[in-house]
Structure formats: C-alpha cells, structure tokens
C-alpha cells in the first residue's frame, strides 16, 4: 500500500461512495464495444488500483457479470442501483485489480494524462467521435447560453 496520497469519488446521487489510496497503475482508456456500450460513449475510462488500495462503501452496489465472448473469462460491473453510474470493474484475467471509472472522482486535478500513465487500447474498434479535434463548435458551457 502506498502512503500518503488518498482520493475520494463516488456516483451521481452521493449513495455510494469510495476511496483510493495512491495512484492508479495506469489509466486504460477502452475503445472495446463492450465499453462503448456500458458507458454509452466512445469509450471508457478506468483507473486501475490493487484492490486492496480501494474502499467502497454504501449499500446500493450492484454486481452485473458478464462473461466475453471473445476470451469466455467474466468480468464483474459494479454499479448505484439507487442512480445507475458506473463504479468500475473487476475481472478474471487481472486478479488482484479493479478499476475505478476516472470521471467519477471528486477533484480532477490530480488525474491528468501528464501525471499518469494513460493507455488506449482496442483502438481497432475506436469511434471517430472519440477524438474530434477542430471538428466540432467548442463551448466552455452549453451553447444554450
Ligand atoms: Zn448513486
Ligand atoms: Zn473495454
């Protein structure tokens, strides 16, 4: 376990709640469909910790196991059943980890693509909205003003 460092985040409703101590061992950033779909977007993004460097703690966690069709190992989606935000996951193939969704953390400060270590991975299924660079209008709020 590290020392020193602890992060706090949890989902929408303030029902569950978690804690990290340290920092990630990388950021995965997933293009696989199985993300896509999950999140809803073009692609999810994990923070990876040992389990044991994680608390999580309220009484509305649900467990979704999904098993991949490609490699036949599950992985385990936790979730607010009270408000449905993702809290990560773990999985068969790297016992030990779990992750927890970067987005979900109270302060965005420390979890920057300079501090860490971010990864893309099965780039092969990205979407073209994944990364849209001068393409789109850019507004610091909604364009609804
Ligand atoms: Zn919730
Ligand atoms: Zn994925």
């Known amino acids: 376990m590290s020392d020193g460092e602890m992060h706090t985040g949890g989902c929408v409703c303030g029902a569950v709640r978690f804690r990290a101590i340290g920092k990630p061992k990388r950021v995965t950033v997933c293009h696989c469909t199985w993300c896509q779909r999950r999140t809803g977007s073009a692609f999810g993004v994990e923070a ?79 979407r073209d909205w994944a990364d849209l660079g001068a393409a789109a209008e850019v507004h610091e709020r909604h364009f609804r003003g």
């Open 48 to 126: 990876v910790f040992d389990e044991a460097d994680i608390e999580i703690a309220g009484d509305t966690v649900g467990r979704y196991r999904h098993r991949s069709d490609e490699s036949g190992r599950w992985l385990d989606i936790e979730f607010c059943t009270r408000c449905g935000s993702n809290l990560g996951f773990t999985l068969e193939a790297v016992p030990g980890i779990r992750t927890l969704p970067a987005g979900a953390f109270d302060e965005a400060g420390w979890l920057t693509a300079r501090a860490q270590e971010f990864r893309h991975v099965f780039a092969r299924s990205r």
